[in-house]
Structure formats: structure tokens, C-alpha cells
């Protein structure tokens, strides 16, 4: 488990490090990108991250079966603030990456370039949301993490969660509501209600 593989790295094995690293990095990677929206910019902040763990390994007390999830998204996260900060342009924070979000099985061309748009708006929608916000919004959606898993990984009251997830949602619907490339969904959507 993790509490063990985190002793066992404190204590400089190197393989229980490597481990967690294979047992984590993919979350990660995917929550650096979905919150910067460029993979190499994901890339770095998965490594730095990693870097930080590793240096502060020694720190870390875990009960037995306790996960290392929390600790290393909080690590990750406070990264991504920091990435966020040094990013000027609203342009910076929407990338490729569409399909690890939403999967696009469907038969035929059109329905293909339809869903490929509908994920760029609900991509770029999520871009837009406020960095606090889209970062919440990120951990409940994607990493399907609860509010107590996010409050532990964000360091912060269960409330404050709550608020930002409340308004993230509400500022998604907005966005979501008045982008003409989702016209079509919503308009079936209300029709088979």
C-alpha cells in the first residue's frame, strides 16, 4: 500500500519511489493537463511534482492503507497555481487533449465532427471558469474525487469545496448554455424530456 511504498521511499529505496510514481502519474498527468491544458506544460508540472515528493518524502505520515492521492494532487496543485500565474493570455489555457475527456465512439463523420465540437466547447467552458473554480471542478468531474477527498487535497474547508464547485457549475451552465455549438444537444435534450 501506499503508507508502506512512502516509508520505504523515505528511507531512500528508490524502487518503492518508482512504484508510486507508476501507481500516481497518470491521475496526475491528467489533472495537470486538464487544469493547463498543455501537455508539455503538464509534463513539467507531473515531473516537478514528483521531484517535490520525493524531497519531501521523509514528511509524510500515512495510516496503514491511506492513499498518497491527496497529498501529491496538493502538491501537483499548488504547481498548477503557480503555472497559472505565470500565464497572462486566456488563449494559454486551452489546448489539444479533447478526447482523453470525453470518448468519441460514434458511426458516422458528421456525428464525429459534432461530438469533437460540442468537447472543445465544454473543454473551452471549463477553460473559462476561474482558475479556484476549474480546479474543483476538475477533481469532482474528471478524477471523480468527493468533496471530502477534494477539501484534503486542496487543504481546504469542505465549504469553501462546496462554493467553488457550486459557482463553477453555475458559471459552466451559462457558458455552456449561450454556445451555439451545443444549440442542437440541449434542443433534443429538452425535446425528449
Known sequence: DDASLAARAAAGERDA??????????????????????????????????????????????DPGASLR?????????????WADRQRTASAFIERSAAQ??????????????AAEQQRAVL?????????????????YLHEMDLVEISETLGLPEGTVKSRLYYGRARLRELLASDRRLTPVLEVRHADA
Open 70 to 82: 491527496p497529498w501529491l494532487h496538493r502538491i501537483l496543485i499548488n504547481l498548477a497555481y503557480d
Open 124 to 140: 473551452e467552458a471549463v477553460a473559462g471558469l476561474p482558475f479556484k473554480q476549474r480546479v474543483v471542478v476538475v477533481l469532482f
Open 17 to 62: 519511489f518508482a512504484l508510486l510514481y507508476e501507481r500516481h502519474a497518470r491521475a496526475l498527468y491528467g489533472t495537470a493537463l486538464a487544469l493547463c491544458r498543455d501537455p508539455h506544460a503538464a509534463d513539467e508540472l507531473l515531473q516537478e511534482a514528483f521531484v517535490r515528493a520525493y524531497r519531501n518524502m521523509a514528511r509524510v505520515r500515512l
Open 101 to 114: 475527456l470525453v470518448p468519441a465512439a460514434l458511426v458516422s463523420p458528421e456525428r464525429q465532427l459534432e
